[in-house]
């Protein structure tokens, strides 16, 4: 599987949308991005995940560049509840229970 | 309906004893993965059970073994403990995949937090 690079720690104020880049120069084709979110002291919990198309649901919007190396998380409104680690993973749909993760995004949302 | 539930919740063994760490999957679930996490860094993906076997295992070393029941359930057995297992062991449940149906969600359950001294 391909690896990701994530920036170790972002600040977003309360009420603003956060940006959490992914770079993932080396995925193929045939893999997908997954995002998943670790709150302190819990389980990853899923978030979205795509293969080149731009994708949204209740939680958050993510934004695939054309060539695929690169993606955005983009959580539209921020709120204290956001505060978490933001793992970019990128694994092909028949590995999706296989995951490697990085290191993550500390995400800090401050009032 | 419950999710991913593990037991226990906190253990603290000696160097060189034996655990059993206990995971009950998702309701509808028949896939379980095993993730190690030390403090500071992302989990580590130990195995995978389906169907009563280990179908893929990560960079671990024998000393992690598992089982899964006919119910799904499964555990994590870890021999002669080190102080380097001190983590947190995360239970993951999923449906499996089959070809034509995309699945792409594992539920976490909180973990069991192991302490070696």
């Known amino acids: 599987d391909a690896k990701t690079t994530q920036p170790t720690s972002m600040d977003c104020a309360e009420g603003r949308a956060a940006n959490l880049p992914c770079n993932h120069s080396t995925i193929s084709g045939n893999e997908y991005v997954y995002w998943y979110r670790q709150i302190h002291s819990q389980g990853p919990q899923y978030i979205i995940h795509?293969?080149?198309n731009n994708e949204t649901n209740e939680m958050a919007s993510l934004i695939i560049t054309e060539d695929r190396k690169s993606s955005t998380l983009i959580l539209p409104h921020a709120t204290l509840r956001d505060t978490a680690v933001y793992y970019c993973i990128v694994s092909s749909k028949y590995n999706f229970n296989k995951f490697y993760f990085g290191s993550g995004t500390k995400l800090n949302v401050k009032p | 309906d419950a999710g991913v539930t593990q037991s226990p919740t906190h253990l603290i063994k000696t160097r060189g004893q034996q655990v059993t760490l206990r995971c009950s999957p998702k309701?509808?679930?028949?896939?379980v993965s095993w993730y190690q996490q030390a403090l500071g860094q992302g989990p580590q993906f130990i195995f995978q059970y389906y169907e009563e076997e280990e179908r893929q295992r990560g960079n671990f070393p024998d000393r992690f073994s598992g089982h899964q029941f006919p119910n799904y359930s499964s555990e994590l057995n870890v021999n002669a403990l080190l102080l380097g297992d001190s983590a947190l062991y995360l239970c993951?449940?999923?449906?499996?995949?089959?070809?034509?149906?995309?699945?792409?969600?594992?539920?976490f359950g909180p973990g069991t937090r192991l302490t070696v001294t």
């Open positions: 795509g293969l080149k």
């Open positions: 309701s509808g679930h028949d896939t």
């Open positions: 993951a449940s999923s449906f499996p995949t089959v070809a034509g149906f995309e699945r792409y969600e594992q539920y």
